[in-house]
């Protein structure tokens, strides 16, 4: 028999705060900026800004495609928690500070999304799954990693 040795994939950055930090705080704070200090709590006003058009592109068909606010932020946020799904994999132990400081950031989009009139869209809605989807598969990636580095 013909041992052979296993490799294990370890993702990481150079930067331990780029490691512990979640990112998908980033839309968060993006969305809390906008409401507190630009648009206000008023559910009506959050529904038109997030109706808004974000931007318009003329296709070479001739057909105009055009993205909402909300969209935008669905797209990007999607993109972060793919990128925190991949930091799921790095270092065990800063990947636990990351998932204590993500599970943190879920009670605070449930608290905004409950307490705040402004809050209350599929948007944020959306973005408080995303974030239970961070944390409920960043600790099951965590754990499956480890798992295989004590067999």
Do not use: C
């Amino acid at each position: 028999m013909a041992r052979y040795r296993e490799r294990r994939v370890r993702l990481s950055s150079s930067s331990p705060t780029f490691d512990v930090f979640p990112l998908l705080a980033l839309p968060m704070l993006y969305y809390n900026f906008m409401v507190f200090f630009i648009i206000g709590l008023d559910p009506a006003a959050v529904n038109a800004w997030l109706a808004g058009p974000a931007f318009q592109l003329t296709m070479f068909s001739g057909a105009t495609w055009s993205m909402t606010q909300a969209d935008v932020i669905v797209a990007a946020a999607m993109g972060l928690l793919f990128i925190e799904i991949l930091k799921s994999v790095g270092s065990p132990m800063l990947s636990l500070v990351n998932h204590g400081i993500a599970v943190m950031t879920l009670l605070f989009y449930v608290v905004e999304f409950i307490s705040f009139p402004g809050f209350t869209t599929s948007v944020f809605f959306m973005l408080a799954l995303m974030q239970l989807i961070d944390v409920i598969a960043g600790y099951t990636i965590t754990i499956v990693s480890t798992r295989g580095l004590t067999r």
